[in-house]
Every structure is written in structure tokens, then in C-alpha cells.
């Protein structure tokens, strides 16, 4: 898609901190991400030594850097560049060969080389308003080969919108007080004030429209983390 005078600007809505070298520093103690389960998933996907995988929105790249020990190629990718400064230090301590890391958005990431046969992206994709998400998913199915999987993991809410107050009240009553233990309930607020996480209901039509099969949906207890394993048809 050639870049417009309305195009969005990806970096704007990326979210302030994770631009922020101070708060990327502490992402990995707060996050607390074990990659080892979904790990687990895209091998029984099928991710082996022959595979390539992109992880979109990678973040400091805890996933990409397992992946980077199973497979061929592992493209991380983030518009945050403080981000992308300690998936490359972790990969030089980690002798993490395998890895590039690459400074683009959803919407600007172009893929060089052959299809993948995976995309990971997790908790990233709610940066973006759904329009541009419907896009974003578009240019996901491109870059993956016929048959490929996605793993789309998001904060996507799976409740009717008449539930709204009761499940939202609920999920920030429980967030914990201290920023370095987690999100903590400003931080929830915000999320859901100037973030762009959609529901279950709208998402899954636009995954289908995009050219993918869900194979896979699940939905967490809270009703606000959703997961979805998709085939490129
Ligand atoms: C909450 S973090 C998640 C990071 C990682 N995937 C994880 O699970 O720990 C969201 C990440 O998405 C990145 N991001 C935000 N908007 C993006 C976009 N339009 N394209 C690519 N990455 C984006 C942010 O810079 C940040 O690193």
C-alpha cells in the first residue's frame, strides 16, 4: 500500500513507553513472558530447523529468541527502537545467530526472502484501530506461505458490550498495585481509554476476511485475552 497523507502514523500509537529506553529496561520484570508454552504450540505447528518465523511487534523478544534456537530464520519486528536495542544485545549474549531484527510496523513491515512459514504476534496488535488491522492482517497473510500459521495472541475481549462495566471493573480490580509486578490498574485505564483492543466477535471475521482458517480461538477466564491459531488458505 503506497504511504498516503492519511496513512496512520504506527509509531504515534505504539504506545509512549515502549519508546521509552527507562521503561524497556524493566518490560522483562514486569512482562514476567516464559515463551516455553507457545514455544511448545508452533513446534506442534510444525516449527522445525527448515522454518522461517516473524514475530510482529516482538517487543524485547523473548519469543523470537526461543524460536531463534529451533529454526532457520527469525525476523523480530517493532517499531520501538529501545525495544529492538535489547533484542539485539540479548542476541549477541545469547549467540542468537539466527535472528534479525528489523525496525517496521505491521503496516511497513516488507518481508525479504522466501514466504514464512509462521507469525507470532502477541499483545501488539491492539495498537492498532481495527481498520488498519483489518490491513494489517491482509499484509500478515501475504507474507506467510499458503498454508503457514499465524498465533495471534492480543488482549481481544470476548463478552457482549452490556458486560462492558461489570468485566472491565472486574479485570482492573484485580491488577496489581506495583508497576514492576505487572499493569497496574492506571495503566489498565489507559489502555482502555487510548488503546484499540476490539472483541472476539469482530476480530475473528477479520481474520477469515484476510485469507486465514481459525483453527484454533480461546478465550481466558477474564474474558479479555484472547488466542488464535490460523491457517493461510
Ligand atoms: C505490550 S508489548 C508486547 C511485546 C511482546 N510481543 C511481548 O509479548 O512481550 C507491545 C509491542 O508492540 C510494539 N508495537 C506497537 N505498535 C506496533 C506496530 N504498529 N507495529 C509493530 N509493533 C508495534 C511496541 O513497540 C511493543 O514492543
Known sequence: MERRSWFIDELKHAGAEHLDTRYVHGYDRKARFDPTADLAILRDLGLGPASTLVDLG?????LSLAAAEVCQRVVAVDVSAAMLDVVRAKA?????????????????????????????????????????????????????RPGGSLILRDLIFSFEPEESERVVEAWIKAAPIRPESGWTRSELETHLRDEHSTFTWLIEPMLE????EIQSA??????????????RR
Open 58 to 62: 516482538a517487543g524485547t523478544g523473548e
Open 92 to 144: 549477541l549474549q545469547r549467540h542468537a545467530t539466527r535472528l534479525e531484527v528489523v525496525c517496521a510496523g505491521f503496516l511497513s513491515y516488507e518481508h525479504a526472502g522466501e514466504q514464512a512459514d509462521f507469525v507470532y504476534t502477541r499483545n501488539a496488535l491492539h495498537h492498532l484501530p481495527d481498520f488498519w488491522k483489518a490491513i494489517a492482517l491482509r499484509r500478515v497473510a501475504r507474507l506467510l
Open 209 to 212: 476476511r484476510a485469507g486465514f
Open 218 to 231: 480461546t478465550s481466558d477466564d477474564s474474558k479479555v485475552f484472547a488466542a488464535y491459531t490460523c491457517v
